[in-house]
C-alpha cells in the first residue's frame, strides 16, 4: 500500500505562483509513475500533467518534476488563472502514464487551489 499526501495549496491571486508537494510513502518510489489531477466542483477530474506530458490548458505555465530520493513529486503553477481553482490530486500507477484518471493505483486527499480574480 503507498500513501501520498499532498500539501502547498492554498488561496493566490490571479497571476501568482504556488509550487504543490506530493509526498509518497514507499521505497519503491522511483518504479511508478506519477501524475497530477485536478477537480472543480461539479466537473470531472482533469488530467493535469506528467513527466512527459501536460494538458493544453496548463502548457507553458505548470511543470512537474520529481526527486525519487526524497520519494516526491512537485507541480510548480505559474501564471495562475481562476479557472486554476481545484482540489489538485496527485497519482500513482505502476505501470505508464495516462491522462485518464482510470487505471492509477494510488491518490492522495487532495489540496485545495483556490485564485482569485
Known amino acids: 500500500q503507498v500513501q501520498l499526501v499532498e500539501s502547498g495549496g492554498g488561496l493566490v491571486q490571479a497571476g501568482g505562483s504556488l509550487r504543490l508537494s506530493c509526498a509518497a510513502s514507499?521505497?519503491?518510489?522511483?518504479?511508478?509513475?506519477m501524475a497530477w489531477f485536478r477537480q472543480a466542483p461539479g466537473k470531472e477530474r482533469e488530467f493535469v500533467a506528467a513527466l512527459s506530458h501536460s494538458a493544453d490548458s496548463v502548457k507553458g505555465r505548470f511543470t512537474i518534476s520529481r526527486d525519487n530520493a526524497k520519494n516526491t513529486v512537485y507541480l510548480q503553477m505559474n501564471s495562475l488563472k481562476p479557472e486554476d481553482t481545484a482540489v489538485y490530486y496527485c497519482?500513482?500507477?505502476?505501470?505508464?502514464?495516462?491522462?485518464?484518471?482510470?487505471?492509477?493505483?494510488?491518490w492522495g486527499q487532495g489540496t485545495q487551489v483556490t485564485v482569485s480574480s
Open positions: 497519482a500513482a500507477k505502476s505501470t505508464y502514464y495516462s491522462t485518464s484518471y482510470l487505471g492509477y493505483d494510488y
Open positions: 514507499t521505497r519503491t518510489f522511483s518504479s511508478y509513475a
